[in-house]
């Protein structure tokens, strides 16, 4: 039996000072409470940059640019296979209010202090890469 493959995308939101938006993952959730880059699956027909703006929308009510693809990585999990892409995104309006809609927490953080929090492995292994940890 073939594993499920997923798509899924993810977005680099950058604000001053070198922080990145990472988003926790909902106690009913799979993974729950983990820590990831914001984001979720592709539907089928969807453009990755208007899933990772639906995405972000429906989970947190804010609303993003797209830009170019910074990281792509590729994960198996007992189950499923990921296809994960990230995105370098910024917000629209950088006033705008995170909402709590579809995540459990949210936190703006230097690449550095990442270390500290739990990720899933796909993100980990993303984080690995955008540290140059991994060739």
């Given at each position: 039996m073939s594993k499920r493959k997923i798509e899924v995308v993810g977005a680099m939101l950058e604000k001053e000072g070198g922080r990145y938006l990472i988003t926790q993952r909902p106690p009913t959730?799979?993974?729950?409470?983990?820590?990831?880059?914001?984001?979720?699956?592709?539907?089928?027909?969807?453009?990755?940059?208007?899933?990772?703006?639906?995405?972000?929308?429906?989970?947190?009510?804010i609303e993003v640019s797209v830009g170019e693809r910074v990281m792509h990585t590729h994960h198996e999990y007992p189950n499923y296979e990921i296809?994960?892409?990230?995105?370098?995104?910024?917000?629209r309006s950088?006033?705008?209010?995170i909402q709590h809609l579809r995540v459990h927490d949210h936190r703006w953080?230097?690449?550095?202090e990442m270390s500290?929090?739990?990720?899933?492995?796909?993100d980990a292994k993303t984080l690995e890469k955008l540290l140059g940890l991994e060739p």
């Amino acid at each position: 039996m073939s594993k499920r493959k997923i798509e899924v995308v993810g977005a680099m939101l950058e604000k001053e000072g070198g922080r990145y938006l990472i988003t926790q993952r909902p106690p009913t959730s799979s993974l729950p409470l983990l820590w990831e880059f914001p984001g979720g699956r592709v539907e089928e027909g969807e453009r990755h940059e208007d899933a990772l703006a639906r995405e972000l929308r429906e989970e947190m009510g804010i609303e993003v640019s797209v830009g170019e693809r910074v990281m792509h990585t590729h994960h198996e999990y007992p189950n499923y296979e990921i296809d994960f892409s990230v995105y370098a995104c910024r917000l629209r309006s950088p006033e705008s209010a995170i909402q709590h809609l579809r995540v459990h927490d949210h936190r703006w953080v230097t690449l550095e202090e990442m270390s500290t929090y739990r990720f899933p492995d796909a993100d980990a292994k993303t984080l690995e890469k955008l540290l140059g940890l991994e060739p």
